[in-house]
């Protein structure tokens, strides 16, 4: 019985899951907007009204990418910077962390560019704090580097930094695939070389 139930669990994380990535994937290529449930639904091989198993709508679907990502990044940035390893190591890890990040979930980069005024007001709220709290773990790393900077100048950088990070995936598309590790590599250098100048 146990077990029944949770292989019942799991499969039903597992279809969550299958239904944040299509929502993403779709999101990022025709705007919250412009995509219904049904297509949602159909992106999975369910019925639109079937996703209300697992989300309460279509503005809760997005409120779940965009604050799990936000979790995700604040957990990982944490993890980095709880390490006992030089500043200027943690900052590498930081930068490949975030890497990582923009070049496998670049779908989710552009829903956020483009549709977080479309979350909830609760939501957006979360979002922009975990946002803050993943700023401060970089501008933290920075000041240890930069002892003499202003803090604004270091949240500066970071903010910079992620913008050169961020938009990157979306303009090497036709030069180079994303995940290359080309491109990773050019990523990080021009990152580090721009937060430590």
Not at 60 to 82: H, N, T, Y
Not at 158 to 165: K, Q, S, V, Y
Request: hydrophobic fraction near 45%.
């Amino acid at each position: 019985m146990t077990s029944g139930a949770t292989d019942r669990d799991r499969a039903k994380a597992d279809r969550s899951d299958a239904i944040l990535r299509a929502a993403a994937r779709l999101f990022a290529e025709r705007g919250f907007s412009g995509v219904s449930l049904e297509e949602l639904g159909n992106a999975v091989g369910i019925t639109g009204p079937a996703l209300y198993r697992h989300f309460a709508g279509k503005q809760a679907l997005l409120g779940a990418i965009l604050v799990s990502v936000s979790e995700r990044l604040l957990a990982g940035g944490r993890e980095v910077a709880a390490s006992e390893i030089p500043a200027d190591e943690r900052l590498r890890e930081l930068i490949r962390f975030h890497v990582d990040f923009a070049v496998t979930d670049a779908d989710v980069i552009r829903v956020h560019d483009r549709d977080l005024a479309s979350l909830t007001d609760t939501d957006r709220h979360t979002v922009r704090r975990l946002q803050r709290e993943y700023i401060d773990v970089w501008t933290d790393t920075l000041g240890a580097i930069h002892p003499d900077r202003a803090h604004d100048e270091l949240r500066l950088r970071a903010h910079a930094a992620f913008g050169l990070i961020n938009s990157t995936p979306h303009s090497v598309r036709g030069i180079a695939a994303p995940n290359d590790a080309t491109v990773r590599r050019t990523l990080e250098s021009m990152a580090y070389a721009a937060l430590v100048c």
